[in-house]
């Protein structure tokens, strides 16, 4: 007979939930007194067409609630993929989070973050508690779509849309002419070509670097200090593409296994990292020779030639 354990560590919690990706958002909003605020949050969702609600929610120990507390309405600015470096921004604690920041000014004064995938005006509708968070329910009264590519978030990583091949459907009679021209232009194509040949590159790949018991982030983080030797966390953070909150956790988890040492702001590898980042470097090496070791020098050599071109 099975228990079902309802205690757990909440980094793991947490980690679980990175599964299901999402974007990215920084939420804004300005108090009556003028006071303002800019919070990244993932937690944005849509509730209702009729009347139309979105929700997200904000932690009770941030210093930013007490501005969306005052605000008639906030503003949610869905991060484009290029946008980076704002989510990372309004994650950090500052003083004037948007000293140096270009935005314009929206409805109750929330500030419209420019070139966003898109952006949702709205007034105050209801507020929730939600545990050790409050949820934010917000009625939108005016909201742009500018149709860019967003920025994404899973695995406590930013990553990128990349359209899926769909499923393979039914095979019909009615449909053998049109799926051979159909695999014809795909084969044809050499963007889906390329897509197709890093998915089944990566298939057998990342299990290899899963088997060395580090997430592909942590992993990435390795390689990286073994190239630097010490990195601040934001010169980290920058270089992986990965939020601060998250990258603390990773930290964590690599000093506790005695592979990366934290002085203040300052990460360092050490001897026993640096083996384990050449242990990662050399399964790359491996998987790159047992896939690439059937051309000769010269075919390498051109292909080379054309990813640095494109």
């Known amino acids: 007979m099975s228990t079902l354990s309802t205690e757990f560590d909440p980094k793991a919690f947490r980690r679980a939930l990175g599964n299901f990706a999402t974007g990215v958002t920084v939420i804004t909003a300005t108090a009556s007194d003028g006071s303002r605020a800019g919070v990244t949050a993932n937690s944005f969702n849509s509730v209702s067409l009729d009347p139309p609600l979105i929700l997200w929610s904000i932690s009770k120990n941030s210093g930013s609630y007490s501005v969306f507390e005052k605000a008639s309405h906030f503003a949610v600015n869905i991060l484009a993929a290029d946008q980076i470096n704002l ?32 952006c949702f005006q709205c007034e105050q509708y209801q507020t929730l508690d939600g545990g050790d968070h409050w949820i934010l329910v917000g009625k939108v009264v005016s909201f742009v779509d500018t149709g860019r590519a967003p920025l994404v978030y899973h695995g406590g990583a930013y990553s990128a ?65 073994n190239d630097f030797g010490t990195l601040s966390t934001q010169e980290l953070e920058d270089r992986i593409g990965m939020p601060d909150s998250d990258l603390n ?62």
């Open 87 to 118: 989510s990372n921004h309004f994650a950090r604690p500052s003083d004037d989070k948007f000293k140096d920041i270009q935005f314009s000014l929206g409805l109750g004064d929330a500030a419209i973050l420019p070139d966003t995938s898109a």
């Open 161 to 225: 849309v990349i359209p899926h091949a769909g499923s393979k459907p039914e095979k019909t009679s009615a449909s053998d002419a049109a799926q051979s021209k159909n695999e014809q232009r795909l084969a044809d194509n050499l963007y889906y070509q390329m897509l197709q040949a890093v998915k089944r590159y990566q298939a057998d790949y990342q299990p290899l670097q899963l088997a060395t018991g580090l997430r592909t982030i942590e992993a990435r983080m390795l390689l990286t200090l």
């Open 249 to 310: 956790v990773a930290v964590d988890t690599l000093c506790r296994k005695g592979w990366l040492v934290r002085e203040g702001n300052q990460l360092s590898i050490n001897p026993n990292g640096a083996e384990q980042a050449e242990t990662l470097w050399r399964i790359a090496n491996d998987r790159q020779q047992a896939v690439f070791g059937q051309f000769s020098d010269e075919e390498i050599a051109v292909f080379r030639k054309v990813l640095s071109a494109i």
